[in-house]
């Protein structure tokens, strides 16, 4: 079985600071991770994806997420928040041969002027 | 232009009135699924198909059906709604096989009655 634990419900940055969501997950077989966003009214979109190449994954929108297997970790990163990240965001797991994805519970990011 | 449609956007109905949300893709795209997404507990996967005529239960399938009668399309079906179905529903597709990008539509917001 798969999980995905992210630490937060909500998190606030001032704009322009770092930018940190983390996602800790559960695997029995080496895991290929996600990282999802949802803006307002809106579906999800693919940022970035880990699968099983590079450990550190660029995305898109200046986001990058580092895989740390020690850790169990796929933190969600950007060097400096921008208005335009306030979103909902959603890590989640899949393994090699299984389209499905596990979810977990989701983190809205707010960025305060 | 690639996308998952879904329809209707926003449904209001009473508890056992049967409805369908209707859900196409345009990618050639094997592999569907629907989510749920409920505030606290991140997406929760309803029902998948691998291709025509191949559909299987995810993790919450009760009072729900589909049906896969052509690929574009992956209609669910209420048969008789109830309040603990109020929800916002997301049709997702992709290439079968992982780790292949979802593509996500944009959402049914049900409110059941």
């Known amino acids: 079985a798969q999980s995905v634990t992210q630490l937060g419900s909500h998190v606030s940055v001032s704009e322009g600071a770092l930018v940190l969501l983390r996602c800790n997950y559960s695997?029995?077989?080496?895991?290929?991770l996600f990282w999802y966003v949802q803006y307002p009214n809106q579906g999800l979109q693919l940022l970035l994806k880990?699968?099983?190449?590079?450990?550190l994954v660029k995305g898109i929108n200046g986001f990058e997420a580092e895989f740390k297997k020690s850790e169990t970790s796929f933190h969600l990163t950007k060097p400096s928040a921008h208005m335009s990240d306030a979103a909902e965001y959603f890590c989640?797991?899949?393994?090699?041969?299984?389209?499905?994805?596990?979810f977990g519970t989701g983190t809205r990011l707010t960025i305060i002027p | 232009e690639a996308q998952v449609t879904q329809n209707p956007r926003y449904l209001i109905t009473v508890t056992g009135k049967k409805l369908t949300v209707t859900c196409s893709q345009n990618?050639?795209?094997?592999?569907m699924s629907w989510y749920r997404q409920d505030p606290g507990l991140g997406l929760r996967q309803i029902y998948y198909?691998?291709?025509?005529?191949?559909?299987d239960k995810g993790d919450v399938p009760e009072g729900y059906k589909v049906s896969r009668k052509e690929k574009r399309n992956f209609p669910l079906i209420l048969e008789s709604p109830s309040p603990n179905q109020t929800s916002l529903y997301f049709c997702?597709?992709?290439?079968?096989?992982?780790?292949?990008?979802?593509?996500f539509g944009p959402g049914t917001r049900l409110t059941v009655t």
């Open positions: 989640a797991v899949s393994s090699f041969g299984n389209e499905k994805l596990t």
């Open positions: 997702a597709s992709s290439l079968k096989g992982s780790p292949y990008e979802q593509y």
């Open positions: 990618m050639n795209h094997e592999y």
């Open positions: 198909s691998m291709n025509v005529e191949v559909t």
């Open positions: 695997s029995s077989v080496p895991p290929y």
């Open positions: 880990y699968t099983s190449a590079a450990t």
